[in-house]
């Protein structure tokens, strides 16, 4: 459990979406533009992290995306044949960070559930490895990879649930 040692330190009012991805990409040994995390807002997920992807659009709750069925099912998923998957690419075609638009295309895909304490979905976070070709793309996940990401999406939601009941009590 040395990886989590990454997220020591992130759990403060003030931790951002970024440097949770980033302590995750870390973890995961991925590009933090390969780490993905969406928050549950009625009945559609909307990008928090990248930030480029806040303004692409929203995933509707009742779609096939993976992250859609990861929020509905609060079961995670892993495909090391992504790019086999039927999915959104749309979110692929926004350039993320300062590479440009290139061949980098998901090829492999971790998806979780993020869980507040209270047993309930407030999200899903997400680790890819991204290339022009699957043999580019690196080690394929492994299923202690999925147990580790399902454990970091529990983590996360104590650490955004803490964050919103400190936002709401600053704000009465």
Not at 66 to 71: D, E, F, G, I
Not at 145 to 165: E, I, M, P, W
């Amino acid at each position: 459990m040395l990886e989590f040692q990454q997220l020591t330190g992130l759990d403060s009012a003030e931790t951002t979406a970024g440097q949770i991805c980033a302590a995750v990409a870390r973890i995961f040994r991925v590009r933090e533009t390969e780490v993905g995390l969406l928050e549950l807002s009625g009945t559609m997920l909307n990008f928090v992290y990248p930030p480029e992807l806040k303004t692409a659009g929203a995933i509707p709750l009742s779609s096939s995306a993976v992250a859609a069925r990861t929020a509905r099912t609060k079961e995670a998923e892993l495909s090391n044949g992504f790019t086999q998957v039927k999915h959104f690419s749309i979110f692929e075609l926004v350039k993320l960070g300062d590479r440009g638009l290139d061949a980098q295309v998901i090829q492999k895909l971790m998806s979780a559930p993020v869980v507040a304490r209270d047993g309930k979905v407030i999200g899903v976070i997400q680790v890819s490895r991204k290339a022009p070709r699957l043999e580019a793309a690196g080690p394929d996940f492994t299923p202690e990879d999925l147990q580790k990401l399902q454990a970091v999406g529990c983590f996360v939601g104590t650490l955004l649930g803490n964050a919103k009941l400190a936002a709401s009590a600053g704000a009465l």
